[in-house]
T-cell receptor, first 113, second 113 residues
């Protein structure tokens, strides 16, 4: 597609529920990133895929967070047993090569109640 | 961890005025970037800086990479209403075959007509 597509745009979850957030990168982009943006803050790196390989997951805040990209295109970020502190906008970005091709999606706003 | 500092949190200017924003870091980055984020959207790259001392322009935007590689500034000249948004500085750190971004907290710019 023309841009990075994320779904859903908004998600409300009850504390303790599991959620799955989807990212469709730009076609052909081999690098895919997930960032978490809390209210009033800048985005913070969560994890990075090169094709289907997860090469960096140093930013995942706990073992409740899990990301996958099984066929090297669509990626899913899963959060198990959601907590209130997980409320944030989750941004996905994809890149063909380098920072100039680094395109962000519009994000999924997760609210845990 | 690495932190980028941006202040003040908000700036209010009159249409037509120039504005300057600063960003400082506790660590050295080899690449600095400036992004703009509109409400409900992901960050969009404005300017990238690759060498200490580099001064780069993009239309009404000018940015400089500090000599110490620990700071940068962004100037916007002759502001217009569509300049409203959140401006983030970011540093680039290599990961795998690509790079991940460390963002500042952002400065919210308001432009009075």
């Amino acid at each position: 597609g023309a841009g990075v597509s994320q779904s859903p745009r908004y998600k409300v979850a009850k504390r303790g529920q599991d959620v799955a957030l989807r990212c469709d990168p730009i076609s052909g982009h081999v690098s895919l990133f997930w960032y978490q943006q809390a209210l009033g803050q800048g985005p913070e790196f969560l994890t990075y895929f090169q094709n289907e390989a997860q090469l960096d997951k140093s930013g995942l805040p706990s073992d409740r967070f899990f990301a996958e990209r099984p066929e090297g295109s669509v990626s899913t970020l899963k959060i198990q047993r959601t907590q209130q502190e997980d409320s944030a906008v989750y941004l996905c970005a994809s890149s063909l090569r380098g920072v100039y091709g680094y395109t962000f999606g519009s994000g999924t706003r997760l609210t845990v109640v | 961890g690495q932190q980028l500092n941006q202040s003040p949190q908000s700036m209010f200017i009159q249409e037509g005025e120039d504005v300057s924003m600063n960003c400082t870091s506790s660590s050295i980055f080899n690449t600095w970037l400036w992004y703009k984020q509109d409400p409900g959207e992901g960050p969009v790259l404005l300017i990238a800086l690759y060498k200490a001392g580099e001064l780069t322009s993009n239309g009404r935007l000018t940015a400089q990479f500090g000599i110490t590689r620990k700071d940068s500034f962004l100037n916007i000249s002759a502001s217009i209403p569509s300049d409203v948004g959140i401006y983030f500085c970011a540093g680039l750190t290599p990961t795998g075959a690509n790079s991940k971004l460390t963002f500042g907290k952002g400065i919210t710019l308001s432009v009075r007509p």
